[in-house]
């Protein structure tokens, strides 16, 4: 017969395996890499807890950490969009220098499937197929405030506000000539515009409603005071995070493990009432026993966002080490069970190149 002692480690170390103790200084989440590929095709699991059009929570259930802080790096750094990468600026006499105009341009998120276009290579021109034109013509005149196109508070200080849905979409490309283009008294050739789209791109199949869009119309780009000009084009071509941020598809992705609560000794009574009181998070339910006393349970774990050192001695803090709360945040270029989507196909041909690699040497 076994003793209790070699009981008590059998016990100890199942439950290293498949749980970690969260202590007040660190974790020790350690990853266990003996799980067969067989064990995860039967205990993987994915289960949907909040789909709205902003965001999505979900768990991922009988993985390792690694696989889920993969699938975090690929949807901030991996997962495409479209964004304004170059822009060509006519004039600007407004306040803000042109590089920072420039930048603040290329954070505002466009509204358009990525999938449907290809990256621009460095000697690719740029044409339908890989560039999305906008410009932005606007001058604070008194014509200009007097028409109504600014509030009245606009108008009392002379001041014009530029917003994102002022920019407007180019659908048969660049209006502007290619600067280095200089067209003699005998040239007979068509002048050169900054880009070399050969149909008009609403015109494309499955163009989204025949229209290319912003995510956020709103968006503050300028003010301009009387007599200041703002007239330029954003050109706006497929890139991804790693490049610069303003190609990431994620206001934020983000994992943390399922909490396990273990109450080492009854809580009973004012006790009970004491624990759920002082609990922010609503953790604990106070259910009633067949003796008549009130005693606290752990109703909802998962709501556990507090500090080891904050619970006390007699409560023990743990986290499962397969179980994991997965968070995704879209910008609004993809809906966020897309962009998870998305995510599995770029592993699934980072594993295949490995796969292809390994088996060729």
């Given amino acids: 017969m076994e003793s209790k002692l070699e009981k008590h480690i059998k016990q100890h170390l199942k439950g290293q395996k498949s749980h970690a103790v969260n202590h007040a200084d660190n974790s020790n989440h350690i990853a266990d890499r003996s799980t067969s590929f067989d064990q995860f095709q039967k205990n993987f699991r994915i289960e949907v807890n909040r789909l709205t059009a902003e965001d999505m929570e979900f768990d991922l259930i009988g993985c390792d950490a690694s696989l889920a802080n993969a699938f975090r790096r690929i949807l901030i750094s991996e997962v495409p969009t479209m964004a304004i990468d170059k822009v060509f600026i006519a004039n600007n006499t407004s306040v803000i220098p042109d590089e920072v105009l420039s930048h603040r341009l290329g954070l505002i998120p466009i509204q358009v499937d990525p999938r449907l276009f290809d990256f621009l290579s460095e000697n690719s021109p740029s044409n339908e197929k890989n560039t999305i034109v906008f410009k932005l013509h606007v001058k604070c005149t008194k014509e200009y405030l007097t028409r109504g196109q600014g509030s009245s508070q606009q108008s009392s200080s002379l001041r014009v506000t530029v ?199």
């Avoid at 050109?235 to 992705?253: D, E, R």
């Avoid at 179980?323 to 962009?339: D, K, M, N, R």
């Fill in 163 to 361: 917003k994102s849905d002022q920019l407007e979409w180019l659908p048969n490309g660049s209006e502007f000539m290619q600067f280095h283009y200089l067209p003699t008294a005998r040239s007979t050739s068509k002048q050169q515009t900054c880009t070399a789209f050969t149909c008009d791109q609403s015109s494309l199949p499955d163009f989204p409603n025949s229209n290319a869009q912003l995510v956020v119309p709103g968006i503050i780009i300028a003010k301009l005071g009387l007599g200041e000009e703002i007239e330029l084009e954003a050109h706006a071509v497929k890139g991804i995070g790693k490049t610069h941020a303003k190609w990431s598809p994620v206001a934020t992705a983000w994992y943390r493990s399922l909490p396990e609560i273990v109450l080492l000794k009854p809580f009973e009574d004012e006790e009970a009432e004491e624990l759920v009181r002082r609990c922010p998070n609503n953790i604990f339910d106070i259910v009633e026993t067949k003796k008549g006393k009130k005693r606290a349970v752990v109703a909802r774990p998962r709501n556990c966002t507090i500090h080891a050192s904050d619970l006390g001695d007699s409560i023990a803090l743990r986290s499962v080490k397969d179980h994991f709360i997965f968070t995704i945040e879209t910008v609004g270029q993809y809906p966020p069970e897309e962009l998870f989507k998305e995510a599995v196909k770029i592993l699934e041909k980072k594993c295949d190149s490995i796969i292809t690699g390994t088996a060729s040497h």
